[in-house]
């Protein structure tokens, strides 16, 4: 018998469970460009991924394991390559882990099925939870708010607790963390800098050739691409950045891409990272403060943990449109060419930097990108295909519930308790954006919340967290 464990490009762990299985003789590598053609992926989330792929691949043949790969010239299909890998191999059984996106296991079921092999699935190592509590906890509470879930997470895994009270006699510090940048300036530590080795100079080149009309320079390419220099970026957060990422997490700056965000997520969400390590070096770190810290906590095990529960839980958020939104995008969203003029100043900042980085902080994504989708009626299938191709961080578990769920509103209140929606007057806070409050408040952004609210007055209403600002809108109607 000759046993294969098929390694996914989301699951580059240097502790996959395979490496340690005796009886697998072989690992599969598949570089599938159908994967990146059906939508234009930007080219640092491709150099990523085959980059990350290919290093893993090199470290496994370093300690004597066999490896064989599909590559990406081949321009096989992702079961197609699979496929062909088992029959050249004379392969018998095929074992992978869970694929965090839905419909993987079932394709590669059915083609162990179909080409007489045994299988093996090992449990999804991308998450702290395991698949199954996450779904009960989901099947039991039924409105399951972010909240609820956060701490049956904090007691379920004992961070941040002080035996069954939470550390400090409380939950959350979100009332601490809503800070603007301070007006005389705050040093920002720089992103540690990274070279490329040759493996990755090669995927550039491939990347470049390949698919050259992709967003994003392949040359510019600027993230970890193996678990020891991910280790080093969180290292260096921990270090440096995460004593004020608490106070600062919904702030903006023109000027500044990454402000005291961890930048984790690309690595996280392959698997160079794992979610217990990046806890263990963020509450293990003297000296900070516990709002920063407590913070940081809520994103990694609650929010990225409750997404992908909602994304298993509620099937239906992929193709909601709670406004019945139909706007299509335009090209210049992908391409950034013939920006219209008049685009507020904070969406055009931000998505110049998304088509150079293929990344936006949170807040810059909610409330400057998300935000404007939203109240100028895109469709919000249409706005998913646009973070999916240009996100270095995305994946469908994490796109659904954050752009259909948390950011366009799609589902009418299952991730948001309301609409995350304002005019320029809260960006302006938090972010400068304008020469003054006055400019905020006269321009296209705020123009658009308040349109936005006159339009959808009637399912609006329906949320009475909503209730506040339709009255303000009905005033300023003079109603
Ligand atoms: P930090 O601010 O440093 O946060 C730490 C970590 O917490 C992140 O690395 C991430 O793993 C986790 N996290 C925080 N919030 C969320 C959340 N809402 N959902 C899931 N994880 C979270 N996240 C992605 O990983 N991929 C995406 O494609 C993605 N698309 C988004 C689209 C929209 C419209 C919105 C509103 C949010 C999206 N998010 C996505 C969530 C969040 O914005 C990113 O995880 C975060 O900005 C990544 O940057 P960071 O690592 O610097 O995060």
Redesign the pocket.
Known sequence: LVKAALILGTQQFDAHPAFDDDDIDVFFFVESPAVFERRPHHAHKMVLILSAMRHTAAALEATGRRVERMPLAEGRGFADGVRQLVRTHGIDGLAWMSATDRGVDARLRRLCEEEGLRSRVYPDALFLTPAAELDDWFAGHPSARMEDFYRWQRRRTGVLMDGAKPAAGRWNFDADNREPLPKGGIDIPPLPPLEHDDITREVISEIAERFPDHPGDPARFWLPVTPDEARGWLADFVARRLAQ?GPY?DAMAADEP?LF??????A??IGLLTVDEVIEAATDAEGVPLNSLEG?VR??IG??EY?RGAYRAWPHLRDANHFALRRELDSWWYDGVGIPEDLPVPVRTVLERVLATG????IE??MV??NWFLLQGYAPRAVFEW??AL?V???EW??V???QG??QYADGGGVATKPYISGGAYLQRMGSWWPTQKAARESTFTTAYWDFLEAHEERLRENHRMAVPLAQMRKRHGE
């Open positions: 990422f997490e990454f965000h961890s930048i984790l997520s690309p996280l969400n940081f994103q990694v929010w990225r997404m990344y936006a902080h949170h994504r909610l990108l998300g973070f999916s996100f961080d995305a994946y994490v796109m519930p954050n752009v948390m950011s």
